[in-house]
C-alpha cells in the first residue's frame, strides 16, 4: 500500500491564482481531512469527510474548497490564493470516523504564496 | 471547545537522560489521546494512543505516556533519549464532533 499520498511537494503560487492540492489514499479509509501546519500553531483543521459524498468544516475553512466523489481522493481547493495561505498543508485518513481512531498523515505539500 | 497545551516549544536534553514533554488538555468528557511523531520534511506518524483502559499507553520506540485524569495531562516520557529521537512532537486530542485537535508542538533537541 502506497499510504497516504499528496501532490505536488511544493508550490508557488501569486495571489489570486487557483490551485487545487491532491490527496489520495489505498487503505479504503472512511475519514480523511486536511490540516494546515504554521510555525508555532500546530496543525489546525481546515475540512473534513466522514465519507464519500459527506465534506465539513474544520477550524480554519476559510478560502478553501474540498469534495468528497470517492472513497479514495479527497482534493483541496484554494479559489483565489492570498499570502495568509502560505502553509504546509497536510492529508490525513483513518479507517473509520471514530475519534480513536489512529490517523495517517501524507508527506505533505509547501504552498507559497507570493 | 476544546483545547490541547503543550508547555515548552523546545526541550533539549542530553543523549542518554530522561525526555518528558508536558501535554495538558480541556475537556468536559473523558477524551481519546494522542502523541504524534514528525521527522523534518515528513508527515506525522503515530507515537502511542490512550482510548479506554489502562492509563498508562506504552509506545513506539520507548516512549510511553501517563492519562491523569485529575490533573487533566497527558505527559510523555522515555528513560533514555536517543540521537534518533530529535524530532517536533504533537499531543493531540478528541472526544465530540469528529474532530481532532492538535498541541502547538514540542521540538526535542538530543545533545550527543
Known amino acids: 500500500n502506497a499510504g497516504v499520498t499528496q501532490t505536488p511537494k511544493f508550490q508557488v503560487l501569486k495571489t489570486g491564482q487557483s490551485m487545487t492540492l491532491q490527496c489520495a489514499q489505498d487503505?479504503?479509509?472512511?475519514?480523511m481531512s486536511w490540516y494546515r501546519q504554521d510555525p508555532g500553531m500546530g496543525l489546525r483543521l481546515i475540512h473534513y469527510?466522514?465519507?464519500?459524498?459527506?465534506?465539513d468544516q474544520g477550524e480554519v475553512p476559510n478560502g478553501y474548497n474540498v469534495s468528497r466523489s470517492t472513497t479514495e481522493d479527497f482534493p483541496l481547493r484554494l479559489l483565489s490564493a492570498a499570502p495568509s495561505q502560505t502553509s504546509v498543508y497536510f492529508c490525513?485518513?483513518?479507517?473509520?470516523?471514530?475519534?480513536?481512531?489512529?490517523?495517517?498523515f501524507g508527506p505533505g505539500t509547501r504552498l507559497l504564496v507570493l | 471547545a476544546q483545547s490541547v497545551t503543550q508547555l515548552g516549544s523546545h526541550v533539549s536534553v542530553s543523549e542518554g537522560a530522561l525526555v518528558l514533554l508536558r501535554c495538558n488538555y480541556s475537556?468536559?468528557?473523558?477524551?481519546?489521546l494522542f502523541w504524534y511523531v514528525q521527522y523534518p520534511n515528513q508527515g506525522l506518524q503515530l507515537l502511542l494512543k490512550?482510548?479506554?483502559?489502562?492509563?498508562l499507553v506504552k509506545g513506539i520506540n520507548g516512549f510511553e505516556a501517563e492519562f491523569k485524569k485529575s490533573e487533566t495531562s497527558f505527559h510523555l516520557t522515555k528513560p533514555s533519549a536517543h540521537m534518533s529521537d530529535a524530532a517536533e512532537y504533537f499531543c493531540?486530542?478528541?472526544?465530540?464532533?469528529?474532530?481532532?485537535?492538535f498541541g502547538t508542538g514540542t521540538s526535542l533537541t538530543v545533545i550527543p
Open positions: 490525513a485518513s483513518n479507517l473509520a470516523a471514530g475519534l480513536q481512531e489512529t490517523q495517517y
Open positions: 487503505m479504503n479509509h472512511e475519514y
Open positions: 469527510s466522514v465519507g464519500a459524498g459527506i465534506t
Open positions: 475537556s468536559s468528557v473523558p477524551p481519546y
Open positions: 490512550y482510548t479506554t483502559g489502562a492509563t
Open positions: 493531540a486530542v478528541s472526544n465530540t464532533g469528529n474532530q481532532f485537535y
